[in-house]
């Protein structure tokens, strides 16, 4: 915990080390403030459920991918969510939220699976978070040209009315708006995105100045930057930047801090 800096306060001194953060260790004095009585069901591509760092997790439908980079994604969100408070590894923000996930890929492809997202909406109640942490492959001409090129999940209409239905169900929704570093407001997208389904649309920035990342899509439709880079969590073997929490040669004690939603 001590690497995470992210959870450290806005104060001078944090500030002028470039080390500031959210200030989550004043939430956890608050009641309810280390995610007690509410659920998180996260929507991702891949994870490691038995990461000796993760309390348990649901899978509520869908399958994990097998690809180290979707596999290694899905554990780190878990971890800066939910990681254990104990005395080695990383702190989760919200500790005590119950997690749970979805698979978000339909087998074998690189499409969003409507049916296991509808699942996670109808899983949750009033006052529970969705995160979304996948986006839509593709984009229209002249930017399809991206080996990487991916808009946010609601640029899909079906994806749009899920996350607007679970908003008017009181839902939460955290929605990624991906890194393919595009304007959102540029006019190939037809107005896309100057409508709103409800969903806190997160950009990633550099974590000392909240420039954004070279790499993450931006525009008016976001609502904030989060720290895209120096961010310790859980990860496994196979991931970029793996630390060993116990010299084991198993997948399920690994952490990085190469994390990038």
Not at 184 to 201: C, E, K, R, T
Not at 203 to 223: F, I, M, Q
Request: hydrophobic share 40%.
């Amino acid at each position: 915990q001590g690497k995470q800096f992210y959870l450290n306060p806005l104060d001078k001194v944090n500030l002028l080390a470039g080390k500031w953060g959210v200030d989550a260790e004043y939430a956890w004095d608050v009641p309810g403030g280390k995610g007690e009585g509410v659920v998180v069901a996260v929507f991702d591509t891949g994870w490691i459920t038995d990461h000796e760092d993760l309390p348990p997790v649901k899978v509520i439908t869908g399958e994990s991918s097998t690809k180290m980079g979707q596999k290694a994604h899905g554990t780190a969100v878990l971890g800066i969510l939910a990681a254990i408070k104990d005395i080695y590894g990383v702190t989760g923000i919200s500790h005590k939220a119950t997690v749970k996930v979805a698979g978000a890929l339909l087998p074998g492809t690189d499409k969003i699976n409507l049916q296991s997202l509808e699942a996670a909406v109808n899983e949750l109640n009033s006052g529970d978070v969705l995160l979304i942490e996948v986006g839509i492959k593709g984009a229209p001409p002249p930017l399809e040209c991206k080996t990487s090129a991916c808009t946010p999940a609601e640029n899909d209409t079906s994806v749009f009315t899920l996350i607007k239905n679970a908003v008017g169900k009181g839902i939460v929704v955290v929605e990624v708006a991906g890194n393919s570093d595009y304007n959102l407001d540029d006019s190939v997208f037809n107005g896309q995105f100057g409508q709103d389904p409800g969903a806190v649309m997160v950009g990633s920035s550099v974590p000392t100045s909240l420039c954004p990342l070279d790499s993450s899509n931006y525009g008016a439709r976001l609502d904030l930057q989060g720290f895209g880079d120096e961010v310790w969590t859980t990860a496994y073997k196979g991931a970029e930047g793996p630390f060993d929490l116990t010299i084991d040669p198993n997948d399920s004690d690994f952490l990085t801090n190469s994390y990038t939603s």
